[in-house]
């Protein structure tokens, strides 16, 4: 019990340490893809103004085409300053069933916005165990510029073709995951992230994914 209430403590602390910094509560369970979106620009953002000195450390990689142009995107891990790891993978856990996966892959292994790859995946019934498993509400972006706003390739909100499957989710301590698993989805270019896809201008993202330390990232959800 008291190392829960520690873990717990723990937690809290990291949270307030997030909102200080001024970061999104993200990954409340199935999101759409606005939301997603926005997430996983505020992380690019974080990066660009934290890290610009940090040493990465490649936690995973995502093997993939782009319309059948093979490519390899990393995943990365990163201390912001603060002691404690960051990353552009992590998962979340909201009230005990609420999983999020979001992987947040670069060309380099380096932070660079131009060309990084997001995936996003959750589920209902907690952390996953019994896989392989396919994960629900599947979404991701493509950035083909260094543009954050502009020129985005996305699910077509009003009709998804996406599928992201884990083939493994297997703990390794301290609140970390290994993963592995494949997607398949079809993108469309946002001119605007705001405006309608250009349906005419699409990708298709295929290929697989292979992390071995997922960390757990903290929910702020405004109170202590």
């Known amino acids: 019990m008291r190392h829960a209430a520690d873990e717990a403590e723990r937690r809290r ?60 995107w990393y995943a990365l891990g990163y201390d912001a300053g603060d002691g404690e790891e960051d990353a552009t993978v992590h998962y979340q856990l909201l009230f005990g069933s609420m999983f999020s996966l979001q992987i947040q892959a670069h060309v380099e292994p380096r932070y660079q916005l131009e060309g990084t790859l997001a995936l996003q995946g959750s589920s209902f019934a907690g952390v996953p165990s019994d896989c392989p498993c396919t994960l629900s509400e599947p979404e991701a972006s493509y950035w083909s510029t260094s543009a954050m706003l502009e020129d985005v390739y996305m699910v077509d909100r009003d009709a998804p073709d996406a599928e992201v499957i884990l083939d493994a989710f297997e703990p390794i301590g301290d609140d970390a995951y ?14 605007s992230v705001m405006g309608p896809p250009d349906l005419d201008d699409t990708l298709v993202l295929e290929g697989t994914f292979s992390v071995d330390r997922v960390p757990y990232l903290d929910v702020d959800l405004g109170y202590e």
């Open 178 to 191: 290994r993963a592995e698993g494949s997607f398949r989805v079809v993108v469309h270019r946002y001119a």
């Open 13 to 72: 602390r990291r949270a307030r340490r997030c909102r200080a910094r001024g970061r999104p509560a993200r990954g409340l369970g199935p999101i759409p893809i606005a939301a997603f979106l926005i997430a996983a620009i505020a992380l690019a953002t974080g990066l660009s103004a934290a890290v610009a000195q940090a040493e990465f450390e490649v936690l995973g990689t995502v093997d993939a085409t782009i319309d059948g142009e093979p490519g390899t």
